[in-house]
């Protein structure tokens, strides 16, 4: 735990509200994988190796994502402070072992999209429970072709129906694979329900319903060993809305683009009305992700698989104090 203090340029409180913002990102199994270094003329974003989820993300792929999806909020924060953000990917020995460092780059003039995106970031919630059979606007879905084009990432939606079926069946033979995996269960355990430690995890109220028999697509359930009722006819959408977020290229950077990428579509949709859950299982299993990349003609790399539609408000999930997000200041450092 370190204290908050000025950076960039800016005062203590303002750098408080970043790294509030930033933290309000979603992440695998809220574990909340972020760190950042206060200096005078940066900040740096690093991950948290103890927040990795060994069984589940073995390659920390998805503490990447998770990273990057802070990053995006990161820059929304400082955007809507008056300040363009000048990002460095895996800046290397100007910034040992960070994932990106941000400096100004300049007065930036909010945008009507950058603040509603960051509006947007507060309001944003990942919601497990059934969404209105309506489908999603074409306008919609342009917007969010778009966010990840932002964001140099690829987002795919799944348009034919051999396509879903094909999609159905991968994640749920990568879901099936982790429930045969005691350490995956572990981890989801570990994770979920009323934790000690309240700032991490996935809290029952945002579980959603337990998974049922007649659901077609499989949810991962994060309310294991209790039931939590679904309101009877409150079933999930047998059509639903499916996108799956892939990058160009493989490897870290691509990584902390596609976790940009992710939060940008994701908080586009919290902007257009729309929610959205994950469907991680299909890219967490390495055979099963690889065929869904030679599914979609071998090219790009899935990060992850979305669904989206209209949704009823779900609450939030909670987060740790700032202070824990602080790493603590190099003493060799002069002038930061
Ligand atoms: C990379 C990544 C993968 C995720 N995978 C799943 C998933 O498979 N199933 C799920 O229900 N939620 C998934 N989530 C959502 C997280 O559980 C959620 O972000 C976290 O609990 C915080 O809650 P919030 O998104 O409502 O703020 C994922 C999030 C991220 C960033």
């Given at each position: 735990?370190?204290?908050?203090?000025?950076?960039?340029?800016?005062?203590?409180?303002?750098?408080?509200?970043?790294?509030?913002?930033?933290?309000?990102?979603?992440?695998?199994?809220?574990?909340?994988?972020?760190?950042?270094?206060?200096?005078?003329?940066?900040?740096?974003?690093?991950?948290?190796?103890?927040?990795?989820?060994?069984?589940?993300?073995?390659?920390?792929?998805?503490?990447?994502?998770?990273?990057?999806?802070?990053?995006?909020?990161?820059?929304?924060?400082l955007q809507g402070l008056g300040i363009r953000p000048l990002v460095t990917l895996l800046p290397g020995r100007e910034a040992e072992?960070?994932?990106?460092?941000?400096?100004?780059?300049?007065?930036?003039?909010?945008?009507?999209?950058?603040?509603?995106?960051?509006?947007?970031?507060?309001?944003?919630?990942?919601?497990?429970?059934?969404?209105?059979?309506?489908?999603?606007?074409?306008?919609?879905?342009?917007?969010?072709?778009?966010?990840?084009?932002?964001?140099?990432?690829?987002?795919?939606?799944?348009?034919?129906?051999?396509?879903?079926?094909?999609?159905?069946?991968?994640?749920?033979?990568?879901?099936?694979?982790?429930?045969?995996?005691?350490?995956?269960?572990?981890?989801?355990?570990?994770?979920?329900?009323?934790?000690?430690?309240?700032?991490?995890?996935?809290?029952?109220?945002?579980?959603?319903?337990?998974?049922?028999?007649?659901?077609?697509?499989?949810?991962?359930?994060?309310?294991?060993?209790?039931?939590?009722?679904?309101?009877?006819?409150?079933?999930?959408?047998?059509?639903?809305?499916?996108?799956?977020?892939?990058?160009?290229?493989?490897?870290?950077?691509?990584?902390?683009?596609?976790?940009?990428?992710?939060?940008?579509?994701?908080?586009?949709?919290?902007?257009?009305?729309?929610?959205?859950?994950?469907?991680?299982?299909?890219?967490?299993?390495?055979?099963?992700?690889?065929?869904?990349?030679?599914?979609?003609?071998?090219?790009?790399?899935?990060?992850?698989?979305?669904?989206?539609?209209?949704?009823?408000?779900?609450?939030?999930?909670?987060?740790?104090?700032?202070?824990?997000?602080?790493?603590?200041?190099?003493?060799?450092?002069?002038?930061?």
């Amino acid at each position: 735990m370190s204290p908050v203090v000025p950076a960039l340029g800016l005062a203590e409180g303002d750098v408080r509200g970043v790294l509030e913002v930033a933290a309000l990102a979603p992440s695998i199994h809220n574990s909340q994988p972020w760190r950042f270094a206060l200096h005078a003329d940066r900040i740096e974003l690093h991950c948290d190796p103890t927040k990795q989820l060994h069984a589940t993300d073995p390659e920390s792929r998805e503490l990447r994502l998770s990273c990057g999806a802070a990053l995006l909020n990161m820059r929304l924060a400082l955007q809507g402070l008056g300040i363009r953000p000048l990002v460095t990917l895996l800046p290397g020995r100007e910034a040992e072992g960070a994932l990106a460092v941000v400096r100004r780059g300049g007065r930036f003039t909010p945008t009507e999209q950058s603040r509603s995106l960051l509006k947007a970031v507060r309001s944003r919630r990942t919601n497990r429970h059934p969404f209105v059979d309506s489908e999603v606007p074409a306008t919609h879905r342009q917007h969010l072709v778009r966010a990840a084009e932002q964001e140099r990432a690829w987002l795919h939606v799944m348009a034919t129906r051999e396509e879903k079926v094909r999609l159905r069946e991968l994640i749920g033979r990568a879901h099936q694979e982790q429930l045969a995996d005691p350490r995956v269960q572990a981890e989801l355990v570990g994770w979920t329900g009323n934790r000690a430690d309240p700032g991490h995890g996935v809290p029952p109220g945002s579980a959603g319903p337990t998974p049922a028999p007649q659901d077609e697509w499989a949810l991962r359930d994060f309310s294991p060993g209790t039931v939590i009722d679904r309101p009877s006819g409150k079933d999930y959408e047998p059509d639903p809305f499916v996108v799956v977020l892939c990058s160009f290229y493989d490897g870290t950077a691509a990584e902390l683009q596609a976790g940009q990428a992710l939060q940008r579509v994701l908080l586009t949709a919290t902007a257009l009305g729309l929610s959205a859950s994950f469907l991680s299982q299909v890219v967490e299993v390495r055979r099963v992700r690889e065929d869904l990349r030679r599914s979609l003609g071998g090219s790009l790399f899935p990060q992850t698989v979305l669904r989206l539609g209209f949704g009823s408000p779900v609450p939030a999930t909670p987060r740790r104090p700032v202070e824990e997000l602080v790493l603590e200041p190099c003493t060799t450092e002069s002038g930061s």
